[in-house]
């Protein structure tokens, strides 16, 4: 139950224009905290940024799993029981 006490507090707080270390209901709700961060530098330029990354990454990532795997030459007739295999390795596109 210990951890109950500090998420009502996150959540009064967003309401409460006069937020301080306490937990209190809030006299009046209002939404002029949600407003204040609602700003091109503190939401829109971090969000797209998120975005851009993963993208990147995500391209990167794709192109590493569809490369085929070197061509090792030719395979070898051993009469073994147990077939190896060997993992592809990753060509970068950059």
């Not at 409460?16 to 209002?30: C, L, M, S, V």
């Not at 204040?36 to 794709?62: E, H, R």
């Not at 569809?66 to 990753?90: K, M």
């Amino acid at each position: 139950m210990a951890f109950i006490l500090p998420l009502l507090w996150l959540f009064f707080a967003a309401f409460d224009g006069e937020a301080i270390f306490q937990t209190k209901i809030p006299r009046h709700w209002n939404l002029k905290n949600f407003a204040a961060i609602m700003t091109k530098d503190q939401t829109s330029l971090p969000l797209w940024n998120g975005f851009l990354i993963s993208a990147v990454v995500t391209v990167i990532i794709l192109a590493c799993a569809l490369t085929p795997p070197p061509d090792t030459g030719p395979s070898s007739t051993s009469s073994s029981s147990t077939p190896s295999y060997s993992a592809p390795a990753c060509r970068s596109p950059v």
